[in-house]
């Protein structure tokens, strides 16, 4: 079983759906289910709806899953699962306040040391215990020997016994902290493979040392993705919204990192020759550009008139015309601007409005011409003005630009729109 956590708390970012593709991949080459796990137990921070914009988004990817899993649901799991520790003796109340804890840190920085929690709360008389009525967290037991977890990608995690932590396993307001629940939730559903970011590595030791104590003894397999160097993660709802495709954004977001036999692939195709050790270690940058690439890729392979619907119409002809726009652009959202300016109303030069409004009137009474070539020397009889003219008038006139394309394979797509794109 694999598992693909997500927050309702912000918008999916890349990385995320990176690692929900990755999971998806390696999920359909073991022939393991891959359960998908909501992590809503901070209330606060959960934004509404964002659960069913996930859901959305893995949908709109590909991404299938057994079940969906709310984290929030799980609490009582986590509560009995820390009243058992407390019970063995291997977790204990903590009392001490967040400015005492606050104060250590900063000693600890001061001195240039990593802060250790230095166990005060951890041998206190039951007594003291019981009729102590401050608030309290609940701290697992530091770990007495080292724990190593083999990482496909990055080698041995180890962490040493005299660097361990009586670490918080549930808050103060008795909902359990990330590690806990990530650790209990894995164990509940008998996680075999857990595919993540690079940045919650070295949590992986410690939710080891989590299920140890439970005495849960199965090996979970670890795989930790590097994170992108780009300061800003762009979210999956921005990239598209600018018109990328998902099928181009899957393609470059699997390729990232990875050796692919060829540039463009499907997800079908990636089950096939993915492999998980293969991954880079190292961070990457995210490449827009190389993105756009890809996309405009895909976009070539379009059927014309599937094309066609992402700039508002439904017609063959004008998703070839959108085609001879993809020398120029990337993206459907560009796509649909270059198309929007041909049947948009037009800036016509201060210089040459006269020579326009003579113009689009012998437009506006031409029979219907299949060349282009027929098109603009009745054009050009019948306004008077000289051929050049005429050509320069025209690109303004039916695409509002001053440059582009040729403007007679622009008119073998438009011409059947004439009498709408000059009014």
């Not at 003291?128 to 309290?136: A, C, K, M, Y």
């Not at 470059?252 to 096939?272: D, R």
Request: charged share 30%; net charge negative; with cysteine.
């Amino acid at each position: 079983m694999l598992r693909f956590s997500s927050s309702p708390t912000d918008d999916m970012n890349i990385g995320d759906l990176r690692i929900a593709l990755f999971n998806y991949i390696v999920s359909k080459q073991r022939n393991e289910d891959l359960v998908l796990r909501i992590e809503d137990t901070n209330k606060e921070k959960n934004i509404e709806g964002k659960d069913k914009e996930i859901l959305d988004i893995l949908d709109l990817f590909g991404v299938k899953y057994s079940q969906t899993l709310y984290q929030s649901e799980h609490v009582r799991f986590h509560t009995a699962m820390a009243l058992q520790l407390l019970h063995e003796k291997k977790a204990f109340s903590c009392f001490c306040s967040n400015e005492w804890l606050d104060k250590k840190r900063k000693e600890s920085k001061m001195n240039n040391k990593a802060y250790i929690y230095d166990d005060a709360c951890a041998n206190l008389p039951a007594e003291l215990v019981i009729d102590n009525t401050n608030p309290f967290t609940i701290r697992i037991a530091k770990a007495n020997e080292d724990i190593a977890i083999a990482d496909c990608i990055c080698g041995e995690v180890k962490l040493k016994s005299e660097d361990a932590d009586s670490f918080i396993i549930m808050n103060q307001d008795k909902t359990p902290t990330y590690n806990f629940a990530s650790a209990v939730d894995d164990m509940l559903s008998d996680i075999s493979l857990v595919i993540r970011s690079q940045k919650h590595l070295f949590d992986a030791p410690m939710q080891e040392h989590i299920r140890a104590s439970l005495k849960y003894d199965k090996k979970i397999e670890y795989a930790h993705l590097s994170d992108f160097l780009n300061d800003d993660m762009l979210s999956v709802k921005s990239l598209l919204e600018e018109g990328f495709l998902p099928e181009a954004i899957s393609n470059y977001l699997i390729s990232i990192g990875n050796k692919p036999p060829k540039e463009i692939f499907t997800i079908s195709e990636a089950i096939e020759w993915f492999n998980l050790g293969d991954i880079s270690k190292s961070p990457t940058q995210f490449d827009i550009d190389v993105l756009k690439h890809i996309n405009k890729e895909y976009l070539k392979m379009l059927d014309a008139k599937e094309l066609s619907r992402y700039v508002g119409f439904a017609d063959e002809e004008i998703g070839h015309l959108a085609k001879v726009y993809l020398e120029e652009v990337s993206t459907t959202k560009e796509l649909r601007s270059k198309i929007k300016g041909i049947f948009g109303l037009k800036q016509i030069p201060e210089k040459s409005t006269k020579q326009s409004a003579v113009l689009s009137k012998a437009i506006q009474s031409a029979p219907y011409f299949d060349e282009y070539a027929d098109f603009k020397n009745y054009l050009i009889k019948e306004s008077g003005l000289e051929g050049k003219e005429v050509s320069e008038l025209l690109r303004h006139l039916l695409t509002g630009e001053e440059n582009g394309p040729d403007i007679a394979v622009i008119y073998k797509y438009i011409k059947n729109y004439i009498g709408e794109i000059v009014k």
